[in-house]
């Protein structure tokens, strides 16, 4: 059995030689690359590309209760990659999420930001029936990713219209990181649009630090990007920030963002009260690096209204139903079969109704 240390090399090893060479890329770093969102089509069988229009009017979408939508849920999370059973591990996150979602009132929208999805996990999402029948989907495959081994998924109710999916693949990477972007409108926003974006800075206390310059292409976008600013209600990006260094509290601040959890006193920038990481690390690494908070939610805008912050994932593992994947997660050393070594975080918005251009 491979030790902790081993796996992380060999996936650090792994991710490296399956960064995408540049003649198989269609994007260029730091600017906006459309890629397609998908709907399940039950009849056909098969993930279909939706339109994704500003004046959309999708087939998929529910008018009759997206007009009931008040409020949007937004649920971000980092499910390790470099972790063995990962079909096992995502299937019960999957089942967490599902049940966290099922509790919600029919007047709140969800949007689910994932982070460290494999390719295999993407199959694991595209065939969870609830999945199917409540979501949009970003990627069925690893297509958009500047790497073949790991990256960024977004799932959109499907009673919001999807108006714009884009990527930026950041230019200052080691990783291949990116942000990914979701533009979604309702009718109490209409004709606006809400920006999700969902991103997982680099890793690791680097030198020169790649996370400012990462975050400030991100802002960019948040606050128009070019566009008409006019035109977002409100702009929100969450994910797997690697909140470990000093400069790191004040990313938000340093590009026009209010951080959710501060704004709620979650936490304060002096303390990890807020701490998403650490409590379910493997022992020696939670020894090494204590805790922190490396999952944030960063927002702006008029037309959204922060209404709360909480974290979710806390001790969910893998089942008694699968004892091989449990015990090969509990041989490496973890109190528990964690399905991953981080907390998500779940922020709700409300939608305020301001049409003005």
């Known amino acids: 059995m491979a030790t902790m240390e081993e796996l992380m090399q060999k996936a650090i090893q792994q991710s ?31 993930w279909e590309i939706i339109k994704t229009t500003p004046a959309s009017s999708s087939a998929a979408v529910d008018k ?13 999370w980092n499910i390790d990659f470099m972790l063995p059973c990962a079909e096992a591990r995502m299937s019960a996150a999957l089942a967490h999420l599902e049940e966290l979602t099922s509790r919600l009132p029919s007047t709140t929208a969800i949007v689910i930001g994932l982070q460290e999805m494999t390719p295999s996990d993407l199959i694991t999402i595209s065939h969870q029936p609830w999945v199917r029948n409540k979501l949009y989907l970003t990627d069925v495959d690893s297509s958009a990713w500047g790497s073949g081994m790991y990256g960024t998924t977004t799932l959109v109710d499907r009673r919001l219209e999807v108006a714009s ?6 230019a200052a990477t080691r990783m291949e990181r990116d942000a990914l972007f979701v533009d979604v409108t309702a009718p109490a926003i209409s004709p606006k649009v809400i920006r999700f974006s969902n991103s997982h800075l680099e890793s690791l206390a680097l030198d020169p630090p790649l996370r400012p310059t990462q975050m400030q292409v991100a802002a960019k976008y948040l606050h128009g990007g070019g566009e008409k600013e006019e035109q977002l209600a409100g702009a929100v990006i969450a994910g797997d920030f690697n909140a470990i260094q000093p400069f790191d509290a004040n990313l938000h601040t340093d590009n026009g963002l209010k951080d959710a959890c501060l704004e709620l006193g979650c936490a304060s920038v002096y303390d990890n009260a807020g701490a998403t990481w650490g409590q379910q690390a493997h022992p020696a690494a939670r020894e090494r690096f204590g805790l922190s908070r490396m999952d944030k939610a960063f927002f702006c805008g008029s037309g959204i209204k922060l209404q709360a912050f909480e974290r979710i994932g806390a001790d969910v593992v893998v089942g008694d139903d699968k004892p091989e994947q449990k015990d090969k997660l509990l041989q490496l050393g973890f109190e528990k079969a964690w399905v991953t070594d981080h907390l998500g975080i779940k922020v709700t918005f409300g939608l305020v109704q301001d049409t003005r251009l």
């Open 16 to 46: 490296t030689a399956q960064k995408k060479p540049s003649e198989l890329t269609h994007w260029k770093p730091d600017e906006p690359w459309q890629q397609s969102c998908y709907a399940w089509d039950a009849e056909a069988e098969i």
């Open 165 to 170: 999916c884009f990527r930026v693949h950041y």
């Open 64 to 76: 009759a209760t997206s007009s009931k939508i008040t409020s949007i849920a937004l649920y971000s």
